[in-house]
């Protein structure tokens, strides 16, 4: 297949000798050279000498991945069948695991073929493309799939890079398009997901650990806030675990009815919690002007985010965000802050929840932290890939 030599300029090229797997437009000299995607690239520095080989795609994070520093490996059959079985191999405890049904099986780069992700749901496999350009490796990646487990249906997910816009088509791909909700357990927890309903499914799995810690060591007994709340994960796994009573508050008309599938799907009853569906911002309001307060706050919003009064943005307003949260959490209460935003780390995040403190006059400590689960295999040469950072905070 013809392939586009991509020249790295010099400052970027150590950084590439040691594995960094993104191509970014600031290190490419000749990005002119780019126009159609899924096309082949050999990356080479500015001597010539080889790099790595890789794909030319663009979606929010690049312009496409390298997928080899081995100048003779070819992106073959049994180059894709090797990258899926080993990351098969390293779920293998979570397949044998009953009370979890719903993990991710494959993860981008960390899995060794950057922009796209696949994850399980009890038989159902999804297929997340993150650039046209990786999506012509389709059937390639899907037969390897194929070859490697039993399915009963797979869907998949394009995520191309349109601006924000979901591309509506039909996800189905192939085998049984099954029932939804198709119900999928976490940890012992029930839970509704839909696999054929847009970019999300019901379910972001990547919170895996933090609802489980939820569950088990901080919510009986306690009162729960979950803003942003979507289908109410955190809020069930609350209640789940003991807590007096949850309040979920999300602005989407569908967060009411499917939280409270969620709720039924494990014999709690709907009524006695709280779900409602309003902006954020004007129900911290309320409960600072009634003196409501809370043993948790949960705060877990997307990196944008348009209200018709607010625009939230995680890198300029999560400081003010916690200072919101601190302002209606009890004493010894909990804050637990949660953000997907690639574009800073935790010492970053940290800094915020400093200032935030700060500003409010008050004491806080650290009880514990995360970031991505195992199955969300990230690599220490791209540390960027390791975008979700949640802290459990008391307020003291
Ligand atoms: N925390 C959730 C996922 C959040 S997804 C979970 O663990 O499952 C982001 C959610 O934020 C979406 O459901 C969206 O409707 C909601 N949202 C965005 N802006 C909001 C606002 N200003 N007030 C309330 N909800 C908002």
Redesign the pocket.
Known sequence: MEEIQVKIKNSFAKKYQSGFPLLIKEAIINVQDLKEEGKLVKVIDERGEFLGRGYYGRQNKGYGWILTQKETELFDEAFFHKKISTALNRRSSLYQDDSTTAFRVFNGEGDGIGGVTIDYYDGFYVLSWYSEGVYQFKELIIESLKSLIEYKGIYQKKRFDTGGKYIEEDDFVIGERGEFPLMVKENGVNFAVYLNEGPMTG??LD?RDVRKTIRDKYAKGKTVL??????G??SVFAAVGGARKTTS????NR?LEKTKEQFELNNINPDTEDIKV????KYFDFAKKNNITFDMVIL???SF?R?KK?T?SVAKDYKDLIKDAIAITSLNGMIVASTNYAGFGMDKFKGFIQKAFNESGGNYSIIETFSLPEDFRTRKDFKEGNYLKVVFIQKK
């Open positions: 379910i972001f919170q979950n803003t942003f709340s979507y289908t994960a955190f508050v999300d602005l989407a967060s309003m902006d954020v911002f877990d919003p997307p985010a209200s607010h939230f």
